[in-house]
């Protein structure tokens, strides 16, 4: 079983730039998370979706951040502008609830560098 | 408010010794879970074990158990006969709420001495 694929694994841009990433979760997980993870610090949940529906945008800086999930599969979060920050690993995550767990599968993340 | 507190910033253990990793956490949900992750130094999170809260043993998987007292409201992962390659960070995590929504952590960091 493939795992959670994520795009591009690094990204250097400047200040007031904009960047997507895009993460593929497993196949068959209903859950999509976006976390942003500065360093020294645990995984900050910027935006849940189940399906293609958002359950949780609550930390998302909705001014600057934006992410969709099309068709319930694959999913694009945006920044536009970047500010610096930004600068941090951002990890997808999916999960599934075969046992009730709904543990969670993470990808490789993508390190944001801002200058 | 929902929230994880892990109150040790960096552990060592000796190879081959047990170690104890604290993790509390608040929450008014009757039904939660609690979760452990382990993050090396290349980056990736990985699971490592889980507990629910209406569970009546404790989780254990391997060399990983988890010490659950409800009342105290305290989630501590243990990890038996250390190997070097357990130096990592490790996140305790709660989920709760109807979607299952997941906090995490500041972490541990813990390292394996030879």
């Known amino acids: 079983e493939a795992g959670v694929a994520q795009s591009p694994r690094y990204k250097i841009i400047e200040k007031r730039q904009s960047v997507a990433f895009w993460c593929n979760p497993i196949s068959g997980h209903a859950t999509l998370y976006w976390y942003q993870q500065i360093l020294g610090q645990g995984p900050k949940l910027l935006i849940q979706f189940q399906n293609n529906g958002v359950v949780d945008d609550s930390q998302l800086p909705k001014d600057r951040f934006s992410a969709e999930r099309l068709k319930g599969v694959d999913s694009t979060l945006k920044i536009q502008p970047a500010k610096l920050e930004d600068s941090a690993v951002y990890l997808c995550a999916s999960s599934f609830d075969r046992t009730g767990r709904h543990e969670q599968y993470f990808g490789p993340g993508t390190r944001l560098t801002v200058t | 408010a929902q929230k994880i507190t892990q109150t040790q910033p960096g552990m060592f253990v000796q190879e081959k010794e047990a170690v104890t990793l604290d993790c509390t956490y608040d929450?008014?949900?009757?039904?939660?879970?609690l979760f452990w992750y382990k993050q090396p130094s290349s980056g990736e999170m990985i699971f490592l074990i889980y507990?629910?809260?209406?569970?009546?043993q404790n989780a254990t998987e391997g060399r990983y158990s988890l010490n659950f007292q409800k009342a105290r409201k305290s989630a501590n992962l243990v990890i038996s006969a250390s190997q070097l390659g357990d130096s990592a960070m490790y996140f305790c995590?709660?989920?709760?709420?109807?979607?299952?929504?997941?906090?995490f952590g500041t972490g541990t960091k813990l390292q394996v001495i030879p």
């Open positions: 995590a709660m989920k709760r709420g109807g979607y299952q929504k997941v906090t």
């Open positions: 507990q629910g809260s209406y569970d009546q």
């Open positions: 929450t008014s949900d009757p039904s939660y879970g």
